[in-house]
């Protein structure tokens, strides 16, 4: 497991269940060239249907213009975890996730009007998260919440600064601490 936080991306990417974006399009959105090429190589891992596991799934939009707003700030959605979309701010390239609004939840169970959560400082260093922690979902599911579990996940939340250091302020990016915690 520990190998996971150190080696190469290439090592630990499943590219076949990406979602990348369409080239031409993702080439122009108002992203740093690192992000843009991050997210054009690995992508966004596409949830395999497992309804215990974190329900992260990558659904990069195909249009040119930002497709969200995060209050008044556009943003290009690059997928969702459970009821929450998750986009990447045009020009910071901060990965939000946005609760939905009143549109998007006619019978009021979501939590329309919670504040958005940083989730990563960029789009490159979301990428890399989220692919280790797809590698990694699986182990966690066979250890069933035994020791090895709480072990695994322990490492995987003090690893997380070695991967995005904006982690380690827990207060302004509780996204990933949250999801592992909450699981």
């Known amino acids: 497991m520990r190998r996971c936080f150190t080696a190469e991306l290439d090592q630990v990417v499943e590219a ?13 959105w108002r992203l740093s060239d690192r992000d843009r090429e991050a997210l054009l190589r690995y992508g966004v891992p596409i949830n395999r249907g497992d309804t215990r596991g974190a329900q992260l799934v990558g659904d990069v939009q195909s249009e040119l213009d930002p497709t969200v707003l995060v209050g008044d700030r556009p943003g290009y ?25 009143e549109s998007e939840d006619p ?18 260093r979301f990428v890399d998260v989220a692919w280790r922690w797809n590698y990694l979902m699986p182990l966690f599911r066979a250890a069933d919440y035994s020791n090895a579990f709480y072990e695994g996940t322990e490492e995987f939340l003090d690893a997380l600064p070695t991967l995005d250091p904006a982690l380690a302020e827990e207060e302004e990016y509780p996204w990933w601490r949250n999801l592992v915690l909450g699981w």
């Not at 459970?82 to 609004?101: E, Q, T």
């Open 16 to 28: 076949a269940d990406a979602a990348h974006g369409v080239p031409s399009v993702v080439a122009n």
């Open 77 to 101: 959605r690059l997928g969702s975890h459970w009821w929450r979309k998750l986009a990447a701010l045009a020009g910071s390239g901060k990965v939000v996730a946005i609760a939905p609004d």
């Open 107 to 124: 019978l009021g169970k979501l939590a329309v009007g919670t504040p958005p959560t940083y989730v990563n400082s960029s789009v490159a």
